[in-house]
């Protein structure tokens, strides 16, 4: 097949891949998990049931696929934010701040958060964020921003725990700055005290 075949077979499937995953976010959060159904994701995608299970088996395989999609954008706006910081504690800011604002962003019901957030994809994402934060914390230690007594991954494991609590806050500026700053106390330098 011609060069320009392969790239306009592969832009469709990633089109119609993307319509099944949107359409499939939006009867879930209008109607609930329970009540989407395949026939439902195809209308709604504007494509055949029997394209559909080309794609994916069941909604669940759906869902984390849309799910990982998500989890990957959020981590590219994580990174993108740490990289927009040149000095090291200003970069820790950003990266809990960005953090906070993800985690207290609802994208989903109850009813998705067993299904998703035992997905394969959000492990990996876990060590990825982990690891852009012991980075963050390592770097404004050396520039003395940052406590040095406790090892940087075990702030980092503490600092995402702690702004996982987003996640039951008010979806509010307010009460996600308070918690970042509440964070970056304990990583303080002066704090080891």
Excluded: C
């Excluded at 740490?82 to 019901?109: C, K």
């Excluded at 390592?138 to 494991?157: F, K, Y």
């Amino acid at each position: 097949m011609p060069r320009l075949w392969n790239a306009t077979i592969d832009e469709h499937r990633r089109t119609v891949h993307a319509a099944i995953l949107d359409a499939t976010a939006a009867l879930a959060a209008e109607a609930g998990l329970a009540a989407v159904t395949m026939s439902q994701i195809a209308t709604r995608a504007g494509i055949g049931r029997a394209t559909l299970y080309k794609y994916f088996p069941d909604v669940e395989a759906i869902l984390v696929a849309w799910h990982e999609r998500q989890v990957g954008e959020h981590l590219a706006r994580l990174t993108a934010a740490a990289g927009n910081e040149t000095d090291p504690g200003a970069r820790l800011r950003t990266v809990l701040v960005t953090y906070a604002e993800l985690s207290g962003a609802r994208h989903h019901g109850p009813e998705l958060a067993v299904p998703l957030h035992r997905a394969e994809h959000l492990h990996r994402a876990r060590h990825e964020v982990h690891a852009l934060l012991v980075e963050a914390i390592t770097a404004a230690a050396e520039a003395g921003q940052a406590r040095t007594d406790v090892p940087a991954a075990e702030l980092a494991a503490f600092a995402l725990h702690a702004l996982g609590a987003a996640t039951d806050l008010p979806a509010t500026r307010p009460a996600r700055t308070r918690l970042v700053n509440l964070t970056l106390a304990a990583l303080r330098p002066d704090a080891a005290d």
